[in-house]
């Protein structure tokens, strides 16, 4: 039994280090922490070492600092036998997504209803060990995109100086050269349904209509699985698409699309140039070319996650039917709980409904738990709490350019979006496709994590809009209608006025 002061006192002597936030279920964080056992990271990474302490709290991924040092400490040498070893990272980032999707391709048409038991969990725990593959390169692709960055800056800022130009142009050559050799998919999918609202528009139509029906339909079979982020969602919901469809409708659609397109050539163009100015400057042109590699990988390698699970849909479709469960009930427990459910056909909806609430994921010395309830309170009533109530300003890095004036929307999890009005400022933690109908509306992103790989860079310039990425503190800094300043040229942010 676990017991909860301990449990705190263990945490807190502890130095974490975070790397993100994500609103996930249980199935996707567990897998997070699961996978990184020696043998996953042998085997996908050949690194002969293991996590022995994690972190998952209030949705904020944590290392131990020391087995943080050692990751770095591991890319840091396989870069030093070769310095463009990322180019072979990115292919083990290839493989293992796509070994995934793989996996479950074969089963996505397929009725469980008369497979055993045994047949199911075979399946199951099939797609669980390519998840646990897969898991040495999700959170270590933060680690190594931070490498990579610093490679970059460290040899453009040889090439200014030697040039005596300014130092403070570092970031806007980083934002115009890290454009992805071809669009992400999230980026894919807004401009498509631009063009659905673009067509409704042009032919009329209400959107009731039989025709837009069918078109979203067709935009759910290929994208429902953007409104599925970390296994929680509907990929057959068509709600999502249809209330960014009210959204586009009230802008022109045929200038939207002409505007994005004229900014992409303006990209295009600014991107030769830069190429062509810096063409003596041959490693600096090669890093920048696997970063624009790694641009386009960084989201596709979550995004395979969410393209298996939908493939797998049935699988859990028929291990929910046996239990009178559903496929988001059981994306609460953890893989050895599915299994259990699996061979029992039964399943603990108490414990659902608990963690459903809140939960935390910790790993000490090895000992892996899911905490929830009042164990999860005790955990939390002991734990070091940080004051933030005296900063009045922020410091980022630019991801896209612009200085701007705008009340503060802070975004803890999805239930905050409503709260989102055109022009706002969004404050997160950090970005994904759920949040691409908000930044549509918003005037500017403010984020805690993030780099130049960010989904928050990549989209904050399809857009157009000011960006500030990699702030660590943004969301406890800023609360809900704070009038801020955002000086996205140098990365600031600061309170005009608190609310």
Known sequence: MVKAKQLAEDINKRKWIKIGRWIESVLFAYASIAGRKREFNKKTLDWDFEFENFLFLDYEYMFQKEDFEQMKAFFLSKIKKDKFWFKEYEKIVWKVSKDMIAFSEPFKNINFRDRSNEEIKKVFLGFCNKMNLAQPVLEGYQLVGELLEQKIRSLLENYLKRNNKNLSLMDEYLKDLNIP???????????????????????????????????IGKHKSKYGWINTHHFIGDPNNTSPFFERLKFLLDKDCERELKKNEQMRIKEQKRLRELKQQLSSEKDLLTYIDITQDMSHLKPFRVDAYYIAWINLRHLFEEIGNRCNATVDDLMWLTYEEIEEVIDTNKIDKGLISERRKEYLIVKIQGDLNVISGKILKGVKSNLKKEDYSNILKVKGSMACEGHIKGIVKVLHSEKDIKNVEKGDIIVISMTDPTYIPTMEKAAAFITDYGGILCHAAIISR???????????????????????????????????KRN
């Open 181 to 215: 050799k071809k669009k992400i998919a999230t980026v894919e999918e807004a401009d498509a349904l631009l063009k659905i609202a673009f067509f409704i528009q042009k032919n009329k139509l209400d959107l009731d209509s039989s025709q837009v029906k069918v078109k």
């Open 462 to 496: 399809e857009m157009g809009k000011p960006c500030v990425i990699g702030t660590k503190i943004a969301t406890k800094v800023f609360k809900d209608r704070d009038l801020v300043e955002v000086n996205a040229n140098k990365g600031i942010v600061k309170i005009i």
